[in-house]
């Protein structure tokens, strides 16, 4: 039985969860508290649940979707931090936990140790190698800029460029601060990427990723993981100008050229138009000098040449007289030759008798006239003998053909599809079939008797009665 003389006031569980909470949240309605981050973890409504702990506590903490959002930096596991918030319970665990407000880093000496811890992992892994660096183009088409679209960033950078050499220009807007600015700019750099080269949007030829200047916590988007594998990771030259002159962040070390502030790359990117017109100018000038002189160089060296060399006129004396020489000894030389040719050719003819060659000729003739009628003769026997050859194969071949077989009697059967039946068993009872005889074609249905079709016995006909001679003597009206 229950005691109901005790003065002790009895609470519901509820009534005490309840009032619990109601202390716990009036002595603790605000707190500031130093501790390393344990586990954390971040669900898929948004909010961040991790442990805040030093060497002997550890308190449950959570940071709602829209807090966490107002982040600098993102909380990692032994992290060191300071936490604003307030104390509060959840009655349905029975436990107590912190609801956090704000979050910081404990001083930059906690944000620095996570930067060299994670300077030296990604390169360790040769994401800073100086071999993986891709040289600038000398005059890019298109230049791509990932940064604010409403800071004075973007405004400096084609200030810049329209001063120094007009490009066409792709900017790619993204956060520069945050907890989702990481995720904008690597997104931002792999998209760049993922443009095809003949595509409607044209791919850049160069990629400059910029910010202002900041805190450490401002620029941390910089040193996120995933910002610097991007950007090792792109096929398309990149320029970090992030922050100012004294401001380092990873993705320095992992791009292919670094600027310490964002109008010095657009400095880096294109050449100044001016200049490049001048020393256009100017070497066009050494050109035109040089080549003058050259021309002149060599017209003296041509002058000198000539003078070295014997007059024309003085060459073409003594051919000229040497020609005259030798004209006048031809007609002579001709004459002579003639008459030598002339004696040869009289001593030839005079060995030469008419009588035998004309012999010799007709006797040449008449062989010719035998050989080509022997000729005639065999090419005749021959087509003859090829002649009968083919037509004893052509009679071979039409005795085999199909055709023959159908005027001896055969037929050809084929299905409804036009294909030839060899073998009855494939035709079913009722099936439809065509016959090809020697003269013409006739359509059949198949009946359903199997094997061979009785024949029909035929009558014989009767015998025609012989007539009876007529009696002798007796005439007849046939």
Known sequence: MSDTSSNTPEYTVTELATGVKRTVEDAFGHVRVRGELGRVVVAKSGHVYFDIKDEKSVINSIA???????????????????????????PGRSQYQLIVETMEPAGAGALMA????????????????????????????????????????????????????????????????????????????????????????????????????????????????????????????????????????????ASDRRSPTPT???????????????????????LVAALSRLIERRRTELRAAASALPRPASLMELKRQRFDLVAEKLDAA???????????????????????LGRDISAKRERLVDRMRRLDMASTRAMADRKSRLEQWGARLNSLSHEAALKRG?????????????????????????????????????????????????????????????????????
């Open 114 to 253: 996570l930067l060299d811890e994670r300077k030296k992992k990604l390169a360790g892994e040769g994401l800073f190698d100086p071999d993986r660096k891709k040289k600038l183009p000398f005059l890019p088409r298109t230049i791509a800029v990932v940064t604010s679209p409403t800071g004075a960033v973007i405004r400096d950078i084609l200030h810049r460029l329209r001063d120094r050499f007009p490009r066409h220009v792709l900017l790619w807007p993204v956060l520069v601060q945050g907890e989702k600015a990481a995720a904008q700019i690597a997104e931002a750099i792999e998209g760049f990427n993922a443009l095809p080269a003949d595509g409607a949007v044209p791919r850049p030829d160069l990629i400059i990723v910029a910010r202002g200047g900041g805190s450490i916590e401002d620029l941390w988007a910089f040193n996120e993981e995933i910002v610097v594998r991007a950007t090792a990771a792109s096929d398309i030259p990149l320029i970090s100008a992030v922050g100012h002159e004294t401001d380092t962040t990873l993705i320095d070390f």
């Open 334 to 356: 001709l004459l002579g030759n003639v008459a030598v040719k002339r004696s040869s050719l009289l001593v030839l003819g005079a060995g030469l008798k008419p009588v035998a």
């Open 264 to 286: 010095g790359a657009a400095e880096m990117a294109v050449p100044v138009r001016a200049e490049l017109k001048a020393d256009i100018e100017t070497l066009g000038g050494r």
């Open 64 to 90: 709602w979707k829209g807090t966490a959002s107002r982040f600098r930096f993102k909380p990692e596991e032994g992290l060191e931090v300071v936490i604003e918030g307030r104390m509060s319970t959840y």
């Open 410 to 478: 055969f037929a050809l059967v084929r299905d409804d599809a036009g294909k030839l039946v060899r073998q009855g068993a494939a035709l079913a009872s009722g099936a439809s079939v065509e016959l090809e005889f020697a003269d013409t074609r006739r359509g059949a249905v198949i009946d359903g008797t199997a094997g061979a079709v009785p024949r029909k016995p035929v009558k014989a006909k009767p015998k025609a009665k012989k007539a009876k001679a007529p009696a002798a003597g007796q005439g007849t009206l046939f």
